[in-house]
């Protein structure tokens, strides 16, 4: 069974840093593309970035390119997303999803609350 | 960034009804090599959102022949053969031809 796990979330205030963690199990990691999804009330269902297999090639919405990273571990099975220089815009849950040219998979969501 | 465009936001249904979902978008999701990347999803209440179908048509794993999608280019459907109770929730369109992946607005599906 496909299982993905996120944590890493909570309270921050803007400009500060915080790094999400998503750990995966029930399927070899390492053969698939993975992503971050986020949600608001406001905005909806927003993409927000997405890894090749080995970690090589990476890709951004506009409005997080330079400040957020996404990584992944394949020896751990876990992807990372550092968030640097956060604003009271990315306020979200934010969700850990398996990415083929779709999102098969996804975890139950962590909340991230930019607020001072 | 590629619009889409989701009809109608709120669709009021009875159990057993036929019920039908428009997404547009601004531009050709037809990628070079033919396929393409439009999926439709469902967000129960207070669940992660699933996927249903993905390259217009194909049913992921375990969801109901019930749910069927057409379209093509820009203009795309999904359809609901005979509404059950499993089935309300907020229905969400993507497009992940070309970056950014874009959601649509949601289409609430609920009971009459």
């Known amino acids: 069974e496909v299982q993905l796990v996120e944590s890493g979330g909570g309270l921050v205030q803007p400009g500060r840093s915080l790094k999400l963690s998503c750990a995966a199990s029930g399927f070899t990691f390492s053969n698939y593309g993975m992503a971050w999804v986020r949600q608001t009330p406001t905005k909806g269902l927003e993409w927000v970035a997405s890894?090749?297999?080995?970690?090589?090639?990476?890709y951004y919405r506009d409005s997080v390119k330079g400040r957020f990273t996404i990584s992944r571990d394949n020896a751990k099975n876990t992807q990372y997303l550092q968030m640097d220089s956060l604003r009271s815009e990315d306020t979200a849950t934010y969700y850990c999803?398996?990415?083929?040219?779709?999102?098969?998979?996804w975890g139950q969501g962590v909340m991230v609350t930019v607020s001072s | 960034d590629v619009v889409m465009t989701q009809t109608p936001l709120s669709l009021p249904v009875s159990l057993g009804d036929q019920a039908s979902i428009s997404c547009r978008s601004s531009q050709s999701l037809v990628e070079s090599n033919g396929n393409t990347h439009l999926h439709w999803y469902l967000q129960k209440p207070g669940q992660l959102p699933q996927l249903l179908l993905y390259k217009v048509s194909n049913r992921f794993s375990g969801v109901p022949d019930r749910f069927s999608g057409s379209g093509s280019e820009t203009d795309f459907i999904l359809k609901i053969s005979r509404v059950e109770s499993e089935d309300l929730g907020v229905y969400y369109c993507?497009?992940?031809?070309?970056?950014?992946?874009?959601f649509g607005a949601g289409t609430k599906l609920e009971l009459k």
């Open positions: 993507l497009q992940s031809t070309h970056l950014p992946y874009t």
């Open positions: 890894i090749s297999t080995g970690g090589g090639n990476t």
């Open positions: 999803a398996r990415h083929r040219y779709y999102f098969d998979y």
